[in-house]
Structure formats: C-alpha cells, structure tokens
C-alpha cells in the first residue's frame, strides 16, 4: 500500500527498505501534509518500525492483541483459567500473545477504553482543528475487526449463539475442530466487532455530512485482508490457500468530482498497491515510473483499467491469481524444499532481529531496478519465513468463480491453467521476481 508494489515475491514481513518512496513521504516532499492515527501495533515492531515516519505526523493508540501495553508483574493465573475457554488460555509467563491480550483486557473496561474508539475521539479532533485546511491526508488506521473479536455487550447482544462457556473469541489458526455451538460463539463475536466498526465508519460518514466535507474531501475505505471463520472448514488466515474470504476485501471509493456516480459498482480487477497511486493522483503528484499499481480515479469515470489479472500471495506459499471469472492456486512441488531467500537492507522479522545464522552464505544483489542503485542482501530464508503459521493444504487448483463463487470445487481445464500460468509468468517479471522464483514454479520467461 506504501509503495504501490508486491514485496511477498522478495521478502517475509518487514519495514519499509532505504530505497523504497512511500505514498506519505512523497506527498510531504511535495508539500501534501499527511496525519496517521492507527491502535495498529505492529508498526512498533520489529518489523514495521520504519512506516509511521514517514507521515508528517502520527498517533498511536494502545491495547490490541498481543500488544506489549497492559503491565501486570503478578497476572491473575487462577482468574484467567476461570475466565477463558481452555483452547484461548495461555499461561500469562508463556510469553504467548494470547497471554499478554488476557493481561490487556483487565485494562478495557469501558466502551472508551476500546483503542479503536480513541482513534476515531482522534479524528474528530483532527477535522475540527484541520478540515478547513487545503491539501492534507488523514489515515484512519484501526486495527479491528480483528481477533480476539471483543465488543461492548451493546452489540454482543444484537448475536445470539445459545453458547454457555468461558470467553471464546479468538479461535487458533488451524482446521475447525471445535462444537457447532463453539463455532457459532466465535462468529457471534466477530459479528459484534464487525457490527461496532460498522457505527463508527457511520459517525465518520456522519461527520462528512454534518460539516460539508462530502463538497471537497475524497474518501477511501478499505482493508488488508479477510478471515475464515470455518469457511472450508478453516479458522483465520495464512495457513491455508487464499481463499477469497481471505483475498476478496472490500473497496470503497468517494470522490467529490463523482458524486453524481454515487452508488455504482466497479468491475475491475484491483489491488491494494492501487491506493499508493490513487493517493497521488489525488493530490496531484506525480506516480513514480517504479509504481506497478494503478490510480482508481479513471474508474469512476469509465468501469475499465489496464489489467486482467492479479497475482497475490505469501513469501514462500502458493503464487494464486484471479482474472475475475477464475482463481489459480499454484504451489512448488516441494514446499518444504524450495530454493528461497530473502532480499533486504532492512533484516528483521516481524517481532526480532535476523539471526546470525540467517546470514549464513549471504551475499550482495544489484540487479533489481526497483533498488534504484541499492545493494541488498540476499539471505537464504529460514524455514517457516512469512508470518508464522504452518503452510497447509499445498494443492495446485483451479476454481471457476462463475459456477462456483465459494471456491467449493477445483476443476481441470489444462487450457485456461496454461493461460494462468503465462499471465503469472509475465506478472513476476513486471515485478522483477528473482529467478530461483520462476524455478520453483516450474515457469519460464519465454512463455511471457
């Protein structure tokens, strides 16, 4: 989203690299002030600790997840086991993220304590001092709906799943295996969070109309990504293919110059490496030549973009691709034995530095134009790379969304396979993809 490009080609979770020009930092070299207020955490990880500077200015608030916030020496062990469902309690010196979002819920006791509700007391703060200002851009970045999906009773109670238990709202990332009753409770709770995030948008749309500013000010919505909520009989994300609950993530777009189109839908492929370039168009800056996303503003005007195709994916997973009537998952024939490396100048994982061993055989690369110059390191990945959960069901398959919009069913059609693979061949060369990349896919530069 930053940078208007695909990094899972190249490298597992990180920060921004030396080279890389993100969307904030080019609109405040040209004179676009840029505000961030996010309860989004992981930008003070590790791995992600160089995004939040590059915005003229930003916000923090506190309390999500595993979030390192809540400060209890002695936790209430013999509470907790009472309190929580054993497939969410962890033990609170385990050092899990399930025991530290125990420890930081003792802290959230009422609906204003929610960080999300504070990012949102922040933006209003922010329109009221600046919304009569010219050339700014306010990233309202909220960390929900995500798990553990907790709410005020207020919108627990609009869900009803006839559960009796101990507080189940976070279920593990793995197959479903727990009661129907069980699942019915998560999704209850997920359905609650969905439903507060829901009023809160609604105030901000009510603000937009409380104060004019649907007149001069565009809106984007959007997010990073579904979750499976015993679709496919799965639980959460990353370990299993992309299915589209996972991928297929809602777009919303309001432009004062389109408001007569208000209420139409767009048929056009797009992605979230399209924002960088919307962002810029919006502001009128110049979209860099090393941006591969597209600017949605034509869009609005004509249902129509230069793109029948997107690729997607996890660094060392399956490379899948849709063109909107079909969806592609292709896999190496070896998961765990693939020739695979991380390129970067930025070597840290989400929560730790790399390892010594993880510069073991490493060496210098100069050959990617997107580095504009920059020597990275090449670094033989570690087993695992990405985001930590185990890579399952590895089957290539192919999905006709037509006949079969729940990806229900693969099909065989060796012709359209074929056509998939030349539009990922050409797609990781637009990228730049290493070639051990193409190697693992059994792809080849000629077919492009």
């Known amino acids: ?111 204003y304590d929610y960080s999300m509700v504070q990012c949102f007391e922040s933006a209003w703060k922010f329109l009221e001092n600046n919304r009569d200002a010219e050339d700014w851009v306010l990233q309202i970045e909220c960390f929900d709906p995500h798990e553990p999906f907790f709410a005020p009773e207020k919108y627990r109670v609009q869900y ?128 860099p030549d090393y941006v591969l996303g597209q600017s949605l503003v034509p869009v609005l005007e004509v249902d129509r973009l230069e793109r029948s195709s997107v690729i997607y994916g996890r660094f060392g997973a399956s490379i899948n691709i849709t063109d909107g009537r079909y969806t592609y998952f292709l896999y190496p024939e070896d998961l765990d034995n693939q020739e695979l490396y991380e390129y970067t100048l930025m070597p840290t994982h989400q929560r730790t530095f790399f390892v010594r061993e993880e510069f073991e055989n490493a060496s210098l690369e100069n050959s990617f134009a997107f580095s504009r110059g920059f020597p990275v390191l090449k670094l033989p990945a570690r087993k695992g790379s990405g985001q930590g959960a185990q890579i399952e069901d590895t089957n290539t398959v192919l999905y006709d969304l037509k006949v079969d919009p729940g990806q229900l069913t693969p099909i065989e059609n060796k012709e359209v396979e074929n056509r998939l693979k030349v539009k990922i061949a050409a797609e990781l060369c637009r990228h730049e993809a290493p070639t051990e990349v193409f190697q693992r896919f059994g792809l080849s530069t000629n077919e492009v």
Not at 63 to 74: C, M, N, R, Y
Not at 85 to 95: I, V
Not at 210 to 230: C, R, S
Request: charge should be negative; include cysteine; charged fraction near 25%.
């Open 160 to 287: 009803d799943s006839d559960y009796q238990g101990q507080v189940l709202n976070w279920p593990r990332y793995r197959r479903v295996e727990e009661t129907p009753e069980e699942i019915r409770e998560i999704q209850a709770n997920y359905s609650a969070l969905v439903t507060m995030c829901d009023s809160y948008l609604g105030k901000l749309l009510d603000y937009f109309d409380n104060h004019q500013l649907w007149k001069d000010t565009a809106l984007i919505v959007t997010t990073d990504h579904g979750f499976m909520l015993a679709e496919h009989e799965w639980w959460a994300k990353s370990c299993m293919p992309f299915f589209n609950e996972i991928s297929h993530i809602p777009f919303i777009f309001y432009h004062p110059e389109f408001r007569q189109r208000g209420g139409e839908r767009r048929n056009v492929l797009t992605q979230n490496i399209d924002v960088m370039a919307t962002l810029l168009q919006l502001n009128q800056v110049d979209v």
């Open 1 to 111: 989203m930053h940078t208007g490009r695909l990094n899972f080609l190249h490298r597992s979770w990180g920060p921004l690299e030396p080279y890389d020009h993100s969307f904030p930092e080019l609109l405040k070299d040209a004179g676009i002030y840029s505000h961030l207020i996010t309860d989004h955490y992981h930008y003070f990880e590790d791995g992600g600790a160089t995004y939040h500077n590059r915005y003229n200015s930003w916000e923090l608030y506190r309390g999500q997840e595993w979030d390192p916030w809540g400060a209890l020496v002695e936790p209430p062990d013999d509470k907790f086991k009472r309190l929580y469902h054993p497939l969410q309690y962890d033990p609170p010196r385990s050092g899990s993220g399930r025991a530290q979002a125990m420890i930081n819920r003792e802290f959230i006791n009422s609906e």
